[in-house]
C-alpha cells in the first residue's frame, strides 16, 4: 500500500512577498537549477543556470508518495491547472530554503526547480 500525504499551503508560506528584502533574498538568488549537469548548454548563457527569479514562484499545493520497493524515491506532485502535475526528480533541490518552505518556480509554464519544504510532511 502506497501512504501519501497533502500538504496544503496557504499564500504566505510563498516567498513572493517578502524577497526582494527578507534575509533570505541571497539563498534565493544563488539557487541554482539541479540538473545543470545534465544540460551543458547552460553555461553558454549563466543566467540560465539559475532557477529563476522571485516573480517565477507559484502559489499551489503539493502532495507526495512514498516511495516503494519498485519506485524507492518519494514521488512529489504540484496542483498545476486542475490537476495534479507530477515534479521530475532532476527538478527537485537537494537543499532546503532558509524558512523551510517549499518553493516551485515554473517559466513558461515548466517546472525549473522545486524546493521540498524542510521536515517533511
Sequence with gaps: ???????????????????????NKAWFE??????????PHRQL??????????ADTVK????????????PEDRWYAWLKNDWVP?????????YAPDGQPYLF?????IQCFVRPKGGL
Excluded at 544563488?30 to 544540460?39: I, S
Excluded at 499551489?60 to 519506485?71: C, N
Design 1 to 23: 500500500m502506497t501512504a501519501m500525504a497533502l500538504v496544503l499551503l496557504p499564500t504566505e508560506l510563498r516567498a513572493g512577498g517578502e524577497w526582494p528584502d527578507s534575509p
Design 30 to 39: 544563488k539557487l541554482q537549477r539541479p540538473d545543470n549537469d545534465k544540460n
Design 45 to 54: 548563457d549563466p543566467k540560465s543556470l539559475f532557477c529563476c527569479g522571485e
Design 60 to 71: 499551489t499545493k503539493f502532495k507526495v508518495e512514498e516511495g516503494d520497493e519498485r519506485y
Design 87 to 95: 515534479i521530475p526528480p532532476e527538478k527537485i533541490v537537494q537543499d
Design 106 to 110: 515554473l517559466l513558461a509554464d515548466t
